[in-house]
């Protein structure tokens, strides 16, 4: 509950007092990229993005914007990154690009800069890899650069 109420004091004034809402959740809705960019489709709501490993570590991303496919990378400094267990901490913007968002029909990523993503996952939901990059000067979300996914929940705030 502790790590619970840290995330929410991260979390932009906008999304205050409004309520969550599971939109996705790969135990739900199967694990696929193009189910996940459906159910965002009718939203414009910021989003949270939860991933629970195979080490059942708990890290993820808050998105300015829904998910989608698109050209070119988009969002805004709103958009951090978080780990949530074994220990808490986020990840702002460093102003140092605008790399916030990127959806692909194979893969999304959140922050990046020189190749690397803060975290980005495979169009199966299945596999992700977490580094260090500029838009967030974050460190590796996971112990492990790659990792498997075992849960990964969408929400919303309406």
Known sequence: MFVFFQLCKELPARTVGRAWQLVYSTSRHGASL????????????????????????LFGA????PLK??????????????????????FRWTGEN??????????????????HFGLWVDENLYLGRSSPCYTFNNCCLSETD?????????????
């Open 34 to 57: 193009k189910c996940l960019y459906r159910k965002l489709s009718s939203t414009d709501s910021p989003v949270l993005i939860v991933i629970k490993d195979s080490l059942d570590e």
């Open 62 to 65: 808050f998105l300015s914007d």
């Open 69 to 90: 496919p698109s050209e070119m990378f988009y969002g805004t400094g709103e958009t951090f990154l978080f780990m949530l267990h074994p220990r808490f901490k986020s």
């Open 98 to 115: 605008s790399f916030f968002i990127k959806g692909d029909l194979d893969c999304f990523a959140v922050g990046g800069g020189s190749g």
């Open 146 to 158: 790659d990792f498997r996914i075992m849960e990964l929940e969408v929400w919303t705030f309406s």
